[in-house]
């Protein structure tokens, strides 16, 4: 069923065709609409959940951690500032290992306050222990919010499902609405292998020691290093996982195909534009117009940012002249976050391409085409005398 309407509402309609049971929700600008829209199809007994309305962010995600805990499907969303006061509950429930959905509806944050886009509010917490995955349109949004859930309990790590505010979340594009039959198929009831049951107790998540130790049936259990090790090493495993789910989608719905990055105009390409978001559809268009000279250049836009696609990043990039990595945020006093874990990533290959970065578009500031043009011609053309730091585009000083 084709539908044309904005990205909150795509976002709903993704978590009711996934049979979410329990809503946590509290309102922040521009992630208000998405939960608005599952209230009225709860209301409406078009899903049958618990919307639970809370007086904060961090209490939002302290529902769904209960009712994950109780083995309950959960989801929640939030922006910014609303995502920072979560944290703590960000670190938790990673932690804890919770399959939980949430929807993170990008945006800048305060101080100075702003309701403008950027990617600053998911980007600070990239290192929490979420999966998390950027996607650029409507159908890409509902499409990974069902598929998102299947991730997250097939490999019991919560997945934060990141879209950009207004550009995505307010206007209105087409999009095909999967079948709810085949989605039921696709994504079987949760089931919790820890679920809360009086008649089996378990202890979750008590004070754990630097040490392993014994429990009560004289089973070594890990510590806390030990647990952390865990955490890090399988999300590295959700990769395979996920390009596995993705799959599995693809064959149901016949969209798909390229779960951790897509590409446009990268084959033969001499440099390489990487980005995420709706950003990366816009480069798009400057692309094809530096082709169209003689420029040898293509986009690469990056969906699974954590865990990071190390192996996926260096054969896509090590062959390319230059990369240019342009982004929404910054790792304060060091560089933007994404380019620094490119340059990285790059750094043991023998044909290392040089990387530039730019950063771009902070608190909403006014992303302009003919900027992005001649920032990507000037990395392009430039001579080795072109110093590898972070550039600012469209400041005002």
């Known amino acids: ?39 009225e199809l709860i209301e409406g007994d078009e899903l049958k959940a618990e919307y639970i309305t809370v007086e904060s962010e961090h209490s939002a995600l302290a529902v769904c951690i209960g009712a994950a805990s109780a083995g309950a499907r959960a989801f929640t969303a939030t922006s910014a500032n609303g995502l920072l006061y979560m944290s703590e509950q960000v670190h938790w429930a990673a932690g804890a290992r919770l399959p939980l959905v949430m929807c993170v509806v990008n945006r800048g944050v305060g101080a100075p306050w702003t309701v403008w886009n950027d990617h600053q509010d998911s980007i600070s ?39 950009d505010g207004y550009y995505l979340s307010h206007t209105y594009m087409p999009f095909d609405v999967p079948d709810e039959q085949k989605v039921d198929t696709f994504l079987p009831e949760y089931q919790y292998k820890h679920t809360l049951d009086p008649q089996n107790p378990e202890n979750l998540n008590t004070v754990t020691m ?21 955490l890090h090493e399988e999300l590295g495993t959700a990769i395979p996982v996920f390009e596995q789910i993705d799959a599995a989608y693809k064959e149901a719905f016949g969209r798909g195909g390229k779960p951790i990055m897509s590409d446009y105009r990268c084959e033969g390409a001499d440099y390489i534009v990487v980005s995420m978001g709706s950003l990366a559809n816009r480069i ?75 950063i771009i578009g902070l608190g909403g500031r006014e992303i302009k085409q003919a900027d992005l043009y001649d920032s990507i011609k000037a990395s392009c053309t430039a001579s080795e005398n072109f110093e590898d730091v972070s550039r600012w585009i469209g400041l005002n000083r």
């Open 284 to 358: 798009k268009d400057v692309v094809d117009e530096l082709n169209d000279e003689g420029v040898k250049v293509g986009v690469l836009s990056l969906h699974l940012y954590r865990p990071f696609p190390r192996e996926q990043i260096i054969a896509a990039l090590e062959n390319a002249k230059g990369v240019i990595v342009i982004e929404k945020a910054l790792s304060y006093g060091n560089e933007g976050a994404l380019f620094g874990d490119i340059k990285a990533a790059l750094y043991p290959c023998e044909k290392r391409p040089f990387v530039h970065n730019y």
């Open 125 to 163: 917490q990239r290192d929490a222990g979420w999966i998390q995955i950027y996607v650029n349109d409507h159908q890409e949004i509902i499409d990974t919010v069902i598929k998102a859930f299947r991730l997250a309990e097939a490999v019991s790590i919560p997945v934060m499902v990141c879209y």
């Open 1 to 39: 069923m084709k539908k044309i309407e904005s990205g909150n509402v795509a976002a709903a309609l993704g978590v009711k065709l996934a049979k979410v049971q329990v809503v946590a929700a509290y309102p922040i600008t521009p992630q208000t609409p998405l939960t608005e829209k599952l209230s």
């Open 210 to 230: 630097p040490f392993a130790r014994p429990d009560r049936d004289g089973v070594t259990q890990p510590g806390y290093m030990d647990i952390r090790h865990n």
